[in-house]
């Protein structure tokens, strides 16, 4: 069974630019999170969507966003780029419910902005 | 609000030698527990989870943690390292009556020769 795959592995920005991830789950999982990952701030929740519904959503700017497809393949998408969103952005799948069900994580995207 | 600690930030132990990564959790009631690795460049995998029942979980790649819940503790172990060990451990725990998942700030893990 193939895992969760995230492309590009890796993305140079600069700033005030945009940038969209890409994150497709383990197949027949539903529910699709997102991390950042950063050495100071260590794995911080994003965002997780579920049957295309964002289900719950963490302490980020609006500059954040996410979206899930009918396939339950997902994309993120960070605007107006900063300095400080250097990070490795982590997707992770899982078949339903949040809390008992383990996430399966993807190797990332490494993101850095000039 | 729901919290994970891993008080050590960097263990090094030498190969061969008994390693033991301690998580402690807050949160109301027993949640769900979970151990992961993440290798250099990688994602994070899974070794171990607990849900109810046996307090000791047996994981991949030989390791084991063990959940107390008088000293709200899931602490993992491995009776002896080998050096493709080293790695950043990452506890976590989701909820039971919600659906929010909580990742610890990780230790990192050096094995010497």
């Known amino acids: 069974k193939a895992g969760v795959t995230q492309t590009p592995r890796y993305l140079i920005k600069t700033r005030g630019q945009q940038v969209t991830l890409s994150c497709s789950p383990i197949s027949g999982h539903r529910s699709v999170s997102w991390y950042q990952q950063t050495p100071g701030q260590g794995l911080q929740f994003l965002f997780e969507y579920f049957s295309e519904t964002q289900r719950n959503k963490g302490n980020f700017p609006g500059r954040f966003s996410g979206r899930q497809f009918s396939n339950s393949r997902s994309e993120m998408n960070v605007s107006t780029l900063e300095l400080g969103d250097s990070a490795l952005y982590l997707c992770a799948s899982s078949l339903g419910t949040f809390g008992n069900q383990p996430q399966h994580f993807g190797d990332g995207t490494r993101l850095s902005i000039l | 609000a729901q919290s994970v600690t891993q008080p050590d930030i960097h263990i090094t132990v030498s190969e061969g030698a008994s390693l033991e990564l301690r998580c402690n959790y807050s949160y109301g009631a027993t949640p769900y527990l979970f151990w992961y690795v993440q290798s250099p460049g990688q994602g994070l995998q899974l070794l171990l989870k607990?849900?109810?029942?046996?307090?000791l979980v047996q994981g991949i790649k030989g390791f084991e943690a063990e959940f107390k819940r008088s000293q709200s503790s899931f602490n993992l172990r491995k009776p002896s390292v080998h050096w493709s060990d080293a790695a950043e451990y990452f506890c976590?725990?989701?909820?039971?009556?919600?659906?929010?998942?909580?990742f610890g700030t990780g230790t990192s893990l050096t094995v010497i020769p």
């Open positions: 607990y849900f109810s029942g046996d307090t």
């Open positions: 976590a725990v989701g909820e039971r009556t919600g659906n929010q998942f909580y």
